[in-house]
């Protein structure tokens, strides 16, 4: 009797079963599983190629791994290309997407955010969806389409990246990271001795959203309240302020234009306003904790689980203050006291910890190559 099935690896082995006997049956399974499981790794071995497929069409060409690109102004760059290094340390050779002629030698994907034209590409190009990996950057606020369709796209992935705490606590399928942030420590003494322009800065481009739960309206609302004070306590930077031809124009007296140095320029004020444009579990950008490496006290308007990783002695909250008349006054009261300089060195000793190790450049590298590995080692079986 001959039985067939579906798989032919697994045919023969079932039908080896009935003809042979049980010990020189059970053996040969083992050696076909073991000839199996050293073909995978032999395949694994070689070089694996990734597409990276970046956000902006200004970082092709591989400039999205170019620490030197005049773009890279607050280190953004910087993960990108410890990660390319990460990478080839372990023999896999990662490059933006249009690096490679033909896209049947890549072997993984790497994209950035859900959004409609992504899905058109790999349609148009008929790229297997068990060789991608999405990485969710951007939060509803920004990148709507991709959060309400979750549900309906992430069935076809085996791997999602995302800073969402509460999907990666309750999915196996989504992998967590967090926006990482390097510092030059042999700076801190000169960042933290340098004189202060003003009370408050805040460094924000200018944006509106209809989506609920957004906060640019927020940091309008900011800006409109230190106008009518009429003290000029806030300085303000950024794009699209001022400008008529914005579609969202916003015109003030507090806006000071762009700044080509974000660290410069918080160092110079002594607290820095970090609003985000949302308040999502797990979305910690990177304000914050810039404002902690350069000698100002972030004001900060924390995530819901924001104190699972960051100490509450480093920041103010925003949350404590009932007013921004209140807030204003408390921050009066401290500058160049004790309490002052406790947030500065709370901040500075929390970056020096272990406890920051979630937000480094290393712990960035090996939450992607956690996802990688997820696909690495089911894509080359039979």
Not at 56 to 62: A, E, G, I, M, S
Not at 82 to 91: G, I, P, T, V, Y
Request: hydrophobic share 35%; net charge positive.
């Amino acid at each position: 009797m001959i039985i067939y099935l579906s798989h032919p690896f697994k045919t023969l082995l079932l039908n080896l079963r009935l003809i042979l006997p049980k010990e020189r049956s059970v053996k040969m399974l083992q050696n076909a599983r073991k000839r199996r499981r050293d073909h995978n790794i032999e395949k694994i071995r070689q070089m694996i190629n990734i597409a990276y497929y970046p956000g902006y069409r200004v970082y092709l060409q591989n400039q999205g791994f170019n620490i030197n690109h005049p773009l890279n102004l607050t280190g953004n760059l910087d993960k990108w290309a410890a990660l390319k290094q990460f990478l080839e340390e372990r023999n896999i050779s990662i490059n933006t997407y249009d690096m490679y002629q033909d896209f049947k030698k890549i072997d993984i994907w790497l994209i950035e955010d859900a959004v409609p034209d992504r899905f058109k590409f790999l349609l148009k190009h008929c790229i297997n969806p068990r060789s991608i990996i999405f990485m969710l950057m951007e939060p509803p606020v920004v990148n709507p389409w991709g959060w309400r369709y979750l549900k309906y796209y992430s069935c076809l992935f085996k791997a999602i990246l995302t800073w969402n705490s509460e999907l990666t606590q309750k999915h196996k399928k989504f992998f967590h990271y967090h926006f990482p942030q390097r510092f030059d420590r042999s700076k801190h003494s000169y960042y933290n001795s340098k004189r202060k322009r003003n009370l408050c800065v805040m460094v924000h481009s200018n944006k509106l959203s209809s989506v609920p739960g957004e906060l640019y309206s927020f940091r309008r609302d900011i800006i409109r309240y230190f106008e009518k004070r009429g003290d000029s306590l806030l300085e303000l930077y950024g794009y699209g302020w001022n400008d008529e031809k914005s579609s969202t124009p916003f015109f003030t007296n507090l806006y000071k234009g762009t700044t080509p140095d974000k660290k410069e320029t918080f160092s110079e004020y002594y607290f820095t306003f970090c609003i985000d444009n949302s308040v999502v579990p797990g979305y910690i950008t990177y304000d914050p904790l810039i404002a902690m490496s350069t000698g100002s006290v972030p004001i900060y308007l924390p995530m819901p689980d924001s104190l699972k990783y960051i100490p509450g002695n480093t920041f103010i909250n925003i949350n404590d203050f009932s007013t921004l008349d209140e807030l204003v006054l408390y921050l009066q009261d401290i500058i160049n006291t004790n309490r002052y300089e406790e947030y500065r060195h709370n901040g500075w000793e929390f970056i020096n910890s272990e406890r920051y190790f979630p937000f480094t450049i290393e712990k960035f590298c090996e939450d992607i190559f956690k996802a990688i590995s997820i696909l690495t080692t089911t894509c080359f079986r039979f």
